[in-house]
T-cell receptor, first 112, second 115 residues
Framework: KNEVEQSPQNLTAQEGEFITINCSYSVGISALHWLQQHPGGGIVSLFMLSSGKKKHGRLIATINIQEKHSSLHITASHPRDSAVYICAVPMYSGGGADGLTFGKGTHLIIQP | EPEVTQTPSHQVTQMGQEVILRCVPISNHLYFYWYRQILGQKVEFLVSFYNNEISEKSEIFDDQFSVERPDGSNFTLKIRSTKLEDSAMYFC?????????????FGDGTRLSIL
């Protein structure tokens, strides 16, 4: 069964700073998910990636399959980026899993 | 954009009572999931559902839990005799195909409080 580790657990930064959140997992996967959890609790899917890099606005996600590691970057961070960012992977290797296993999340606060 | 909707947003129930949490997945999705998040902890998988049957369940999903899709649109999670430790946020999610290769779409969650 896959295990997910995220770092840092908490991150406070100033507006405009470049943010990096890291995720590592234990078992080979078909794709990795980055999710955002709002203060009210709702979860939004940001990225699903299986190789290389994806970009959406100021968010960039990268993955290194060989090293079982992914990073989420936020450029020109803004207070509205404040949220919990969660990495998740299929529970079992091979991509045949039905459910996701989640990291503990990174609680990001961007101060004005 | 289509959304997964969950009702109620907050449910308060006495210990030992039955509770039903409701979800309407995205209409052309085929895979449905329930997750829970105890306050301050990570999100945990409970169960997945495909083709009108459970396809996978975690060790958390014991005999007090059940799921069904009664009418082709709703997807429900029933907890038969609630315990204090069932207090959590419960998320429903759906995907068009198996989650390994497709994004999951989450509802906003139901906060369940057991008194």
């Amino acid at each position: 069964k896959n295990e997910v580790e995220q770092s840092p657990q908490n991150l406070t930064a100033q507006e405009g700073e470049f943010i990096t959140i890291n995720c590592s997992y234990s078992v080979g996967i078909s794709a990795l998910h980055w999710l955002q959890q709002h203060p009210g609790g709702g979860i939004v899917s940001l990225f699903m990636l299986s190789s290389g890099k994806k970009k959406h606005g100021r968010l960039i996600a990268t993955i290194n399959i060989q090293e079982k590691h992914s990073s989420l970057h936020i450029t020109a961070s803004h207070p509205r980026d404040s949220a919990v960012y969660i990495c998740a992977v299929p529970m079992y290797s091979g991509g045949g899993a039905d459910g996701l296993t989640f990291g503990k999340g990174t609680h990001l606060i961007i101060q004005p | 954009e289509p959304e997964v909707t969950q009702t109620p947003s907050h449910q308060v129930t006495q210990m030992g009572q039955e509770v039903i949490l409701r979800c309407v997945p995205i209409s052309n999705h085929l895979y449905f999931y329930w997750y829970r998040q105890i306050l301050g902890q990570k999100v945990e998988f409970l169960v997945s559902f495909y083709n009108n049957e459970i396809s996978e369940k975690s060790e958390i999903f014991d005999d007090q839990f059940s799921v069904e899709r009664p009418d082709g649109s709703n997807f429900t999670l029933k907890i038969r005799s609630t315990k204090l430790e069932d207090s959590a946020m419960y998320f429903c999610a759906s995907s068009r195909v198996r989650v390994g290769n497709q994004p999951q779409h989450f509802g906003d969650g139901t906060r369940l409080s057991i008194l």
